[in-house]
């Protein structure tokens, strides 16, 4: 079960009373698997109620109208009621609205009204991040056949290797490290991208392979092509993997006659090995990483499968 942010399940409690509707959002109500919530409403703001943005003042967040009217108060209770629903539910991910001084994730409105962004988060997203909560803006609704892929380029590199994956994901980490983006630019990367906005990338080949096991048996079977991928960090535990994956497997079909499909998957990652089995592939071998010990799972899927 997510919380939702429910005005992009067609609720009408917008500041001017009326709802973001996404067509998505209202699936995930209808279908049982997300709750509707508005931290304004739980704060005991109405709707309609005057737009309001977030200002630093002496070293303090304050949600403000145009005017100056302070409503930092009612956000704040919105936040802590938010997050003691995430906490009762047991709820570890949530999908908030864009932009708002509660809800916005990464970028706000500027505070002086003149529709420009800045970096910052609302204050509902921001203590539910504090607290271990994953929050997603409505990115994670998107349709990713509308999606663009390209080759790599120089600023989507250095951007893949400063995403950071919490535990248990850490292994999958690349810190940032100049040689990481060297070698996504020197190898078979392709950046998915919609609205020049960045959500993943895949890789082919060899780029697909772990490199410290060539040569021992797990990439010798020929016809395959070797499949790899990477999910925007805060786009993970969503339910989108499956049309990620299918989109990269498409595009491959598409733009280099793939018939037969591997990779390497670690072997701690049992949602991931689900998600792939569901796809058609099945365990061909397994190998521990020298490097570090990792163990991975080679799998495999033939043309005609699902």
């Not at 349709?143 to 850490?170: L, M, S, T």
């Not at 339910?239 to 990779?263: C, E, I, N, P």
């Not at 990652?269 to 570090?292: H, M, P």
Request: charged share 25%; with cysteine; aromatic share 10%.
């Amino acid at each position: 079960m997510k919380l939702i942010s429910a005005c992009l399940a067609g609720v009408n409690c917008k500041y001017n009373g009326q709802s973001n509707l996404d067509v998505k959002a209202a699936l995930l109500v209808a279908s049982g698997k997300a709750i509707p919530i508005c931290p304004e409403l739980l704060g005991g703001l109405s709707s309609p109620r005057n737009p309001c943005e977030m200002r630093h003042s002496q070293g303090q967040i304050k949600v403000v109208d145009e005017a100056g009217n302070d409503y930092t108060e009612a956000f704040q209770l919105g936040a802590e009621k938010t997050l003691e629903i995430c906490r009762i539910l047991d709820i570890s991910h949530v999908i908030l609205q864009d932009r708002s001084p509660s809800c916005g994730k990464n970028k706000v409105y500027s505070g002086n009204f003149d529709g420009e962004l800045v970096q910052g988060n609302g204050l509902t997203a921001s203590l539910l991040m504090a607290n271990g909560i994953t929050v997603a803006s409505r990115d994670v609704l998107i349709d990713f056949k509308g999606c663009q892929i390209r080759e790599i380029g120089q600023e989507e590199a250095e951007a893949i290797v400063h995403w950071f994956y919490p535990e248990p994901y850490k292994c999958y980490n690349m810190n940032g490290a100049d040689i990481a983006v060297a070698e996504i630019l020197a190898g078979d990367y392709y950046s998915v991208t919609k609205d020049d906005e960045l959500f993943g990338f895949y890789c082919y080949g060899h780029s697909a392979r772990i490199p410290v096991i060539e040569g021992k048996g797990h990439y010798q079977a020929e016809g395959y092509l070797d499949i790899g991928l990477g999910l925007r960090p805060d786009l993970c535990g969503f339910g989108r993997g499956a049309d990620f994956m299918s989109l990269g497997l498409d595009y491959a079909r598409r733009t280099k006659g793939a018939k037969d499909f591997r990779l390497s998957v670690a072997s701690f990652n049992a949602k991931a090995i689900r998600l792939y089995d569901n796809l058609g592939f099945t365990q061909v071998s397994e190998f521990t990483r020298d490097s570090d010990q990792q163990k991975f799972m080679v799998m495999t899927k033939r043309l005609g499968l699902k």
